[in-house]
Each structure stands twice: as C-alpha cells, then as structure tokens.
C-alpha cells in the first residue's frame, strides 16, 4: 500500500465513522502537487452530490494565517506597521495601564491576555465588537502566558484595514470559487446551537457566528477555498521558508521565517499567527521541528514542513452535524503520520 492508499484510507474510515461528510486534501512540495483527492459526499444524505476537488470549504481559522497574519506581513514588509507597535495606537479604544503594553506581536501571539471569546453574545458590527474586545478584563497578564484568542485576531483584522485601506477579504484573494454563481457549490455546515442561525444549513455562509456579525469576514474566520487553491498559498510560504527568493511580496525568506518562529512565551507553540510543531497535536509525530501549520473549526487544516519539502492541506466540513474535535483531531494526526515520503 502506498502512502497516499494510507492516507486516503483514512479519510474513507472517518467518513464512514460520520466524522464529516466531504473532504479533499492536497499534499505537495516546493515543486508542485504531488497528489490530491476528493473524498464523500457534501452531506451525509445517500442522494448528495460528491465532494470535488475543487469544492470550496469553510476554512474557520486558517483565515487566520492566510488572510489575517498575511496581510500583517505584507504591511510590515511595506513599513507601514511594526510588530512592536503598541495596539493603544492602532485602536482607540485600547486604554488601560493592564494593556497599555501589548503590541501588535503580542495578538499576533496570542499573548495579549485577551480571553478565547466573549462571555456575551455578540453585537452587530466593528464598532460594537471592538468596543467589547477593548474594555473586557485580561485573562492574565500580558505575554504570561498563550491564550488561543479569535478576540485578538478580530482586532488584527480590523488594524490590517485600517492600514491598508483594503477589506479584509481582498487581502489575500483565496476565494474565486465562492464568487458569483460559485458559492452554491461550498460544502454545507450546520450552526452551532448557540447560534441565531441553529436550524439553518449554511452553504457558502460562514460558520462562525462572529464572522457572520461582522459581515461574514473577519480577522479570525470567514475565508471560503478549495484544496487546490490553499495548496497554492502553502507552496508559495514552502518555497520562502526554504530560502527561495524572488516570489511576490511579502513571501520573502526573512519574513517568512520571523513569522513562523516559535515565541519566547513560556509554554508557547505559537508563531505570529502560525503554530509550531509538538508531537503531541494535529500535525502528527512525523513532522520535522521545523514545522508550522494551523487548524480550523469546521475541519480544515494545514501544515507545511520545510525540512521535509511538504504541505499537507485537509479540508473537511466537520461541523455540518460530524464528529467531535477530539475525533477530529486523531483522524488529522493519522492523516499526517500516513507515510508519503
């Protein structure tokens, strides 16, 4: 049996164990695609059409790496934002001697001591959102600790607008396949119960309930893509964290490199927007120390592993009615352990 039977036995079992419905993956090199595949159906109806390759997912968090860590790099390769810029100067209402300190390295971190969510539901719209991020108590002192916050990154996409002038959704344009008459064609999510959508199915609408408030973009989720599309993106920060010159800015080998260096936060795996390897998360044993990746809610995932010249994209719509993200999480550490070398 070959590596890519493995891994794609995988995908198959979880299926039939209705982890998720639909799934496509893409695994490649600094060099090109070397496999791909679509796996199931867009729900778990018997008559529902199959999942393409080209099918574009909810991709929940990896908008954080690609739309909204991205576009940070790109203002700092133009000079028009430093990491150690303190957020009180981008955000008005970022006031207090708790958090006068954070810098845009800090939410970049997730160290800023923001809290994960909300305690409240939340408002309508940036101004509400904002006002709330900026005045809720810190969960511990800033850069004490790591605390994976969708909060901080809402805040970095409201500073990368604001800076760039461009909305977030343009900052790094995955989506072509959600456009237009496209959109129709996404894998289905299910709302959570908390949501004010539960009882919908959601078919090119975001599945988090934060995203769709701000308008269904924001700096922590709202990017819809398909694996080849995301693959696109992986081989071209590959290529730059593997010393490659001469690509688009802001894909530069030093940037790249600053962005997915692991903190000096004590018990931190996070770069500035991207995780680092640990053998005991998504990404598997195989991984080499020099590996960085992302997950996202719905079922998405990717990993880049320069040491090894791979990616490993996995998209799946586990929150339309699937398995829980502890199951999700075997089914992604068994994908990426499958031998592909």
Known sequence: MSGFDSAAGVLRDAIAARVFPAAAAEV?????????????????????APAEIDTPFDLASLTKVIATATGNMRLVHDR???????VASLVDEWRGADRAAVTVRDLLEHASGLAARLVDPPGEGRREFEHDIC??????????????????FILLGFIVVDRSGV??????????????DLRHRAAPTIPMDTDRRRGETLVGEVHDNYAAALGGMAGHAGLFGSAPAVGGFARTVLRAARGETGLPPPFSPDLVRQFTTKSTVPGSSRALGWDTMLPTSSCGTRMSASAFGHVGFTGTSLWIDPARDRYFVLLTNRAYGGGTI????????AFHDAPVD
């Open 28 to 48: 490649g090199s600094s060099g090109g695609v070397v496999w791909q595949q679509a796996f199931g159906t867009l729900t778990f109806d018997e008559a529902a």
């Open 80 to 86: 028009a934002l430093r990491l150690d810029e303190p």
């Open 135 to 152: 005045t809720m108590k810190l969960e511990c002192a800033p850069r004490s600790k790591s605390i994976y916050s969708d909060l901080g």
């Open 167 to 180: 909305p977030l959704a343009e900052q790094f344009p995955l989506r072509p396949e959600t456009g237009g």
């Open 326 to 333: 502890d199951q999700m999480r075997d089914v992604r550490r």
